[in-house]
């Protein structure tokens, strides 16, 4: 900015002292460069509040198993959809009231008191002796985790300069998508140590006890970490009122949107803002399937070859977890924002959605191969999708964080956070009861065995894609 521009953006302005929300403005307006150490801190937070997320989903199938609850082994995916179902129902409780909060309280309280969930629970859920205790302690893990996915996009969008908003919510994204990936990686490696590294670690240690104690505990130990980084994150919230006379340094240039809100001293009711209702359709959507596409994949892969799956170990998951992690980490943070300056979230979001449905659709075929081939056209694929999936998401972080100013983001996105927990939940409790089906169906005529699974994740997949089009998703005019 020009000095003559940034003295009488000064004069327009009043600066509110004490306010850590103008604090932040000022900083973003004198600031010049990269934001490498906003980007840190969000990718960071964002990392720990995903990894317990899936981290489960390579050993559950051996734990459900373990906790001897199955009847058959067809009957374990059923099982594991509970255990999987109950994180997103816990936060699809807890999310809205959570968004209220970070508004009316600040975006770091909240943030802090999730961390530091993650530390207790998930812990916790790695010392399960049971169906139940794994159940219960995943259950509260989400509804405290509920506290970081809204205000964590609100404080994205509000610590950095106009020109790195898509970053920003790339990161979130792209953060949450490696979670979602390098979560059962650490899951796949990590569980049932002794068994897997039987010179590191006894049977009648801890990690021999609880064998699937370990994966948590390292998440647990991160999750640590984030929380004592966090105590240094700057509040972005204003705890003062906008007026026609009074307004912020972000108000006045930085987010034009917020400001036209607050000089109107108006809140437009939420349901009834199109822009973020249909965008958060979407994302719901899409959502759903990922994170059925998630429990899927690693049922499909530990279950064996008479069922139509891979007989893949966890650590043979965790491995191509880990390679897609890699390539989804390189593209969203060398390509997608790129894409997304040129072509609009919109339109990269239907693509990576049609695009997806076309590498699904592989899934079955690859199933009948074996060896090297099995191995290349497995970790083609798997990087393929997860980079598709997670560029989907971050472009309906960009449109519904666009459809609100600063005063409504914690609130709106507390209620995207809720109807996405909501979608999340229903995706591995449905995932884990359509793939034990689909295990007893080996000799159908249409679609036998896990071609039906498929085909259903294929169908949600398209109905997504379809509301990208008009009239059903709207965008905020500007």
């Not at 405290?144 to 404080?155: S, T």
């Not at 980490?329 to 076309?358: D, K, M, W």
């Amino acid at each position: 900015m020009a000095e003559k521009e940034y003295t009488e953006c000064l004069l327009e302005s009043k600066y509110h002292e004490g306010c850590p929300g103008c604090k932040v403005d000022q900083m973003k307006r004198l600031r010049h460069g990269f934001p490498f150490s906003e980007l840190f801190s969000v990718w960071i937070i964002v990392l720990c509040t995903t990894l317990p997320i899936s981290s489960l989903f390579p050993f559950l199938y051996f734990m459900i198993d373990d906790f001897d609850i199955a009847k058959k082994e067809e009957d374990i995916g059923f099982y594991a959809g509970f255990v999987g179902c109950s994180f997103m129902l816990g936060r699809a409780l807890t999310s809205v009231i959570c968004g209220i909060l970070a508004d009316r309280y600040g975006r770091k309280p909240v943030i802090l008191i999730g961390t530091t969930s993650v530390v207790v629970f998930n812990t916790l859920f790695g010392l399960s002796l049971n169906f139940w205790m794994a159940i219960i302690t995943r259950f509260c893990l989400g509804c405290f985790n509920g506290l970081l996915g809204g205000p964590i996009k609100a404080y994205a969008v509000e610590t950095f300069r106009d020109e790195y908003q898509s970053l920003a919510l790339s990161a979130v994204s792209t953060a949450w998508g490696i979670g979602l990936i390098i979560g059962p990686a650490i899951g796949g490696f990590l569980a049932q140590p002794a068994k897997q590294y039987p010179s590191l670690f006894s049977q009648d240690s801890i990690f021999g006890k609880f064998p699937y104690c370990l994966p948590c505990f390292a998440i647990s130990i991160f999750a640590f970490l984030v929380t004592i980084i966090s105590l240094w994150i700057p509040e972005t919230l204003h705890n003062h009122k906008f007026d026609d006379h009074d307004q912020s340094f972000d108000a006045v240039k930085d987010d034009p949107e917020s400001n036209k809100v607050a000089k109107k001293n108006e809140k437009k009711s939420l349901l009834k803002n199109w822009p973020l209702m249909s965008s958060m359709i979407v994302y719901c959507i899409f959502s759903l399937h990922n994170m059925a596409y998630t429990e899927i994949f690693s049922l499909w892969a530990n279950s064996p070859r008479k069922f139509g799956g891979l007989a893949y170990t966890t650590a043979e998951v965790g491995s191509v977890l880990a390679v897609s992690g890699v390539g989804l980490l390189i593209f969203q943070l060398s390509l997608y924002s790129y894409a997304e300056r040129n072509l609009g979230p919109i339109i990269v979001t239907r693509i990576c959605g049609i695009l997806s449905v076309v590498v699904l659709s592989t899934y079955p075929l690859i199933a009948k191969l074996s060896g090297v081939a099995l191995t290349m056209a497995l970790y083609s694929a798997s990087v393929a999708k997860n980079v598709l999936s997670t560029s989907t998401i971050t472009g309906t972080f960009i449109l519904q964080n666009r459809a609100v100013g600063q005063d409504q983001r914690g609130a709106a996105n507390g209620i995207s956070m809720t109807a996405m927990s909501i979608c999340k939940a229903i995706g591995p409790g449905a995932a884990g009861v359509i793939f034990s089906w689909s295990e007893k169906r080996q000799d159908a005529s249409f679609l036998p065995g896990t071609q039906m699974v498929f085909f259903i994740l294929n169908v949600v997949l398209a109905v997504g894609v379809l509301w990208t089009f008009k009239p059903f998703l709207g965008e905020r005019q500007h």
